[in-house]
């Protein structure tokens, strides 16, 4: 199969000046040639096939916001190579940008003061959308979505559900080949959730846009993508299918048991580390076990244990909720998780 | 021409003047149509300028009730000077307004957004403020200038008009470039706020001469921060009659020049920007 | 609240204003052209006057006021009106009104590590180099003090009418439209862009008794000596003025405010 976009050996360095502590060390700053290089990313090869939708998952600070920086064009790469529809996006963006949509997050790239429709109007210019592909494409976005509620509503009048949606549908109207998604869903209610979700894979199935989602909802995760990657510390430590992740990074499994109490205490178990019968008669040693279950473990709780427990308690995710127990151990280190 | 129905022939199509006209067009239209709705800020905004324009005058005023004449110039040739300068700014009050909010959306990273449209980023970012109170001052200064002339008594000839809208022009390419680029230094400098600031105030010293300055800060004020190009050099094409200095003629190209210097120093802003801010 | 909170916050606002060493060297500069401007513009203007005094102010005495009032403009300049309708936008507003500070308070304090800074950086360089330049025209001796808690109340002026104005921001959507009045109006009757001597006589009497001399012209006129400051008796009608002025703003700015947040609670911010 032809791929979208292609990354061979990317790195990315950033520049900053090291800062001293304290009232002295502001005013020696203040002189200070002192500068560090950090390395976002480092040495990243990818290739992503046309038409996939796949998941990039990484702590914060991990360097995903920086690689789709560099694939959108906006950044240029330190060293490596990257190709983006047959483009280097860097150094033809604008051409580049005419293939791609993207959607930050929180920023909404709309005309603030203006209806909705307004800005798709204006998008179409700018795109040069031809009349016929912006009526077929308003066609499928009513086949998927209600979207007549929000048409007439200037964005900063919008929830920001709402506006989400409609920065995901302003990204999509140009019919791009590839649309970059950076956590599209932070913030938003269960509801307004798999909305997105459905909108997203409807869209990915009916024009074969590749999509490439960045997330720390896992929810996300397991209902849209079939292969993720993960980045740490700007290294790529997986890429693989979704399944294959469970396997890879030991055999987890959760063990959950009914105490003399009634209460239920959870307990993520690497079975290459320690045996389940082992933890179960310690445990048995210290008080009745009434009932045992042995569950397998969810993608969330596997990225967690990949991201060293630091990240997944941020996500305010109702699976997160309920899982929130569980890693008691993961629970110790992360109280505030990402400094979003 | 071929209207495809094929989504890529048509966008091989070049993106020309006239397609940013049609644009610009368009946003401004939907532009002030959303502004009809805060009719108190519109209101308040308007009174604003007026005062401004208004207290300019007032210490225009009480300057020449104190001093008859400043460097051979009469209080009429002065007030000429004063009206130029104030149409010679409406430009940049009006198209490049967002210049102001440059800053803040880098710092907080909102600028990313400029940078994923197949436009240029600098015409996009531009046009999404429209001032329309740069208007009042836009009236104000025509009113100014009317009344000067007619005391200077310039005769009107086709020729006269013709010089007056090339100068005009010529002299708001400097201040829009002055403002590009002191908007700009904010891509390296954190907390550069204070350059648009005090360059911006740098524009009340447009209305007075040039030849007050002297050595080297006649040369800085000239070539490095272009005020005496805001409305000494070009007006002197109106109010001289013969004797207009060889820098008034070359004021045209050196404006396109400043103009074109000052979006090449946003751009390579934009470029260099590593939006790490988020 | 006690004090050690409150110098935390100076402490903090002077490390803050540090960071952006650039911007502090950039600053320097452009205020230094800026004074370059203000110099030539005056000294033409005295040149074709064919006088050397001018309704008893010296060209000496009117580049020393117009210089002084200009650091002392950016020395005192705030962007607490900006600020504030940037946090109604975001809304960030509320968690500001929930810190274990009163608002007002919190926001003088946190101000006040950049006018320090600021105070060293700007105004003390100019007035050395004044002083050097001019050879001796500032007077030196208990003028220093006079001026010093003149700046001081001049502070607490400035501040109580940035603080009346940003309230008046929570009504309106207009921050840009009010802001440009407040500084306009300032900027002109406080006498920085043109020293109060040289105001037609009529406006000058109504000019002298609204708050907005308390900011730049009192403290420059005690520094100066000028306007009968040169004695004790000449000097305490003008910080009866400023004192006036700035428990009357303080009052007033307080009620407002305080009018203002219960709009904003009703509201839901």
Redesign the interface.
């Known amino acids: 199969m032809e791929n979208a976009i292609v990354m061979k050996n990317v790195c990315k360095d950033f520049k900053i000046l090291n800062r001293h502590e304290g009232l002295k060390g502001s005013i020696r700053d203040l002189f200070s040639r002192d500068y560090k290089t950090i390395s976002a990313v480092k040495d990243v090869s990818l290739e992503i096939a046309k038409g996939e939708i796949i998941g990039y998952l990484g702590p914060n600070g991990a360097g995903k916001s920086t690689t789709i920086k560099m694939m959108t064009g906006v950044l240029e790469p330190t060293s490596g190579e990257i190709i983006v529809n047959g483009r280097v996006p860097y150094k033809d963006r604008t051409a580049n940008s005419e293939h791609i949509g993207v959607v930050f997050g929180q920023r909404s790239q709309l005309w603030w003061s203006l209806p909705l429709i307004e800005s798709f109007k204006l998008l179409r210019d700018i795109y040069m959308v031809s009349k016929e592909d912006y009526e077929n494409m308003l066609a499928l976005y009513r086949s998927l979505v209600d979207i007549e509620p929000i048409l007439h509503k200037p964005v900063r009048q919008m929830s920001l559900g709402q506006r989400t949606l409609s920065d995901i549908l302003a990204a999509f109207l140009h019919n791009p080949d590839i649309v970059f998604l950076d956590e599209p869903t932070i913030g938003l209610d269960v509801a307004m959730k798999s909305k997105i979700r459905d909108l997203i894979k409807g869209l990915n199935q009916q024009k074969g846009t590749t999509v490439i989602l960045t997330t720390h909802d896992m929810g996300d995760v397991d209902a849209l993508c079939k292969r993720i990657v993960i980045i740490d510390k700007g290294m790529k430590i997986y890429d693989n299918d979704i399944d294959h992740l469970k396997t890879y990074f030991g055999s987890y499994r959760t063990l959950r048991m009914r105490l003399s109490d009634d209460t239920w205490e959870e307990r993520v178990i690497d079975e290459s580390k320690e045996d389940v019968m082992d933890v179960i008669m310690k445990k048995q040693k210290e008080c009745k076990i009434k009932d045992i279950q042995l569950q397998e473990i969810s993608t969330e709780e596997v990225i967690k244990k990949i991201y060293g427990g630091e990240e997944a308690a941020s996500d305010t995710s109702a699976k997160a909720l309920e899982v929130a127990a569980v890693a008691a151990d993961a629970a110790a280190s992360s109280e505030e998780g990402g400094a979003k | 021409m071929n209207e495809s129905a094929f989504g890529n022939e048509v966008k091989k199509r070049r993106r020309g003047f006239g397609f940013y006209a049609r644009i610009y067009r368009k946003i401004l239209v939907q532009d002030l149509k959303s502004k009809m709705s805060y009719r108190a800020d519109f209101i308040i905004s308007t009174i604003g300028m007026i005062m401004t324009n208004l207290s300019g005058f007032v210490t225009f005023l009480i300057l020449f009730k104190n001093f008859p004449s400043i460097n051979g110039w009469d209080y009429h040739h002065m007030l000429f000077l004063y009206g130029f300068s104030l149409i010679a700014l409406t430009p940049v009050q009006c198209f490049f307004d967002n210049n102001w909010n440059l800053r803040f959306q880098v710092q907080s990273g909102d600028f990313i957004k400029y940078c994923f449209r197949p436009i240029n980023v600098f015409f996009y970012f531009m046009s999404e403020v429209f001032d329309v109170k740069g208007l009042g001052q836009f009236a104000f200064g025509i009113g100014t200038l009317v009344y000067a002339w007619v005391h200077i008594g310039i005769p009107v000839t086709p020729l006269v008009i013709l010089k007056l809208i090339l100068f005009l022009i010529t002299a708001s390419l400097f201040m829009i470039a002055i403002m590009n680029a002191a908007a700009a230094t904010c891509f390296w400098i954190v907390g550069s706020g204070y350059v648009m600031v005090i360059m911006f105030r740098f524009k009340d010293f447009a209305k007075y001469p040039s030849n007050i300055f002297h050595g080297v800060f006649r040369i800085l004020f000239t070539f490095v921060i272009p005020i005496a190009f805001v409305a000494y050099y070009p007006s002197l094409a109106i109010l001289e009659s013969e004797n207009v200095p060889v820098l008034t003629w070359c004021a045209p190209a050196i404006g396109v020049l400043f103009f074109y210097l000052s979006y090449k120093f946003w751009m390579l802003g934009v470029r260099k920007y590593d939006f790490t801010g988020s | 609240m006690n004090l050690r909170k409150r110098l935390a916050l100076t ?1 903090a606002g ?2 803050e ?8 060297a ?2 320097l500069f ?2 230094l ?2 004074l ?2 203000v110099y ?2 005056w ?7 064919g006088t050397d005094v ?2 008893g102010m010296t060209f000496t005495d009117t580049m020393i006021y117009l210089i002084l009032a200009t650091a002392l403009f950016n020395f005192l300049e705030m962007f607490v009106v900006w600020d504030m309708s ?1 946090s109604i936008q975001s809304g960030k507003i509320v968690l500001d009104l929930l810190k274990p500070m009163k608002f007002r308070s919190y926001t003088f304090w946190s101000y006040s590590g950049s006018h320090v800074v600021l105070f060293t950086l700007t105004f003390i360089p100019t007035f050395i180099v004044v002083m050097i330049v001019t050879h001796g025209a500032i007077p030196m001796g208990i003028n220093l003090l006079y001026f010093a808690i003149a700046t001081v109340i001049a502070l607490v002026v400035n501040f109580s009418m940035e603080m009346i104005v940003s309230t008046i921001c929570l009504y ?3 921050t ?6 407040k500084e ?2 300032v ?2 009757l406080s006498g920085a ?2 020293p109060l001597a ?3 006589d009529g406006f000058k009497t109504i000019v002298e008794y609204l708050p907005f001399r308390a900011v730049y012209d009192i403290p420059l006129t005690i520094l100066l000596e000028k306007n009968g400051a040169d004695t004790i008796e000449g000097v305490l009608p003008m910080f009866g003025l400023q004192l006036i002025w700035a428990l009357v703003l303080t009052l007033a700015g307080t009620l407002f405010w305080n009018h203002a947040v219960k709009k904003i609670t009703v509201n839901g911010g």
């Not at chain 3, 840009?176 to 009045?181: A, F, K, L, S, T």
């Open positions: 402490r002077i490390m204003s540090l960071q952006y060493r650039l911007g502090t950039v600053t452009a205020n052209i800026y370059v401007l030539f513009l000294k033409a203007i005295y040149a074709s006057a001018v309704n940037r309106t959507e207009s840009w439209g009010i802001n440009i009045v306009t109006i900027l002109l862009s043109i040289f105001f037609p």
